[in-house]
């Protein structure tokens, strides 16, 4: 696929009212991949499309708090009070685990409630190949946001190198 249709590809993918699955843009490290995704994106979707380098990263959790970080356009305080107002912790829970563990339950919350609630959101995963963790764990997740979410998706992968990493 020359640099065309990819672009065609993703232009189309990212107008589509609704998606059921995730795209993935396949190429050897230093080819410009990355480059390219994030051109076409910051001109045609910056509102709207998040980075998410995979680098280092082994967890599900670690990858929402990366989202969660990258979504710049949260109003905080409004949003954060209806979190808090949201969520109910019975007294034995509270005691249990104090006020680290409510407000961990509150962000938690929050942070999975901004995820779901993103509809015209795209993300770019990139650097699969780098994941340090489970792999079908990675993928499930993506599954999760294409089919329960809604949410555009992205892998950006040195194929190759991954399956070099495949034991």
Do not use: P
């Not at 993935?24 to 410009?32: E, S, V, Y």
């Not at 999975?112 to 190949?129: M, W």
């Amino acid at each position: 696929m020359n640099a065309l249709d990819t672009r065609n590809a993703i232009q189309q993918y990212c107008s589509s009212n609704h998606v059921d699955y995730a795209i993935l843009i396949d190429g050897d490290w230093g080819t410009g991949k990355t480059e390219f995704v994030r051109k076409y994106l910051d001109t045609f979707h910056k509102d709207s499309f998040l980075h998410i380098s995979l680098f280092g990263l082994s967890t599900i959790n670690e990858i929402e708090n990366e989202i969660y970080k990258s979504m710049a356009f949260i109003d905080q305080n409004e949003e954060l009070c209806g979190a808090f107002n949201s969520i109910s912790l019975s007294s034995d829970q509270a005691r249990f685990g104090g006020i680290g563990f409510a407000i961990k339950s509150v962000f938690e919350y929050y942070k999975q409630d901004k995820i779901k609630n993103s509809k015209r959101l795209i993300i770019c995963l990139d650097d699969l190949e780098r994941w340090n963790g489970d792999i079908d764990i990675c993928l499930s997740y993506v599954a999760k946001l294409v089919e329960q979410y809604n949410t555009r998706t992205i892998i950006i992968c040195a194929q190759n190198r991954l399956d070099e990493n495949d034991n």
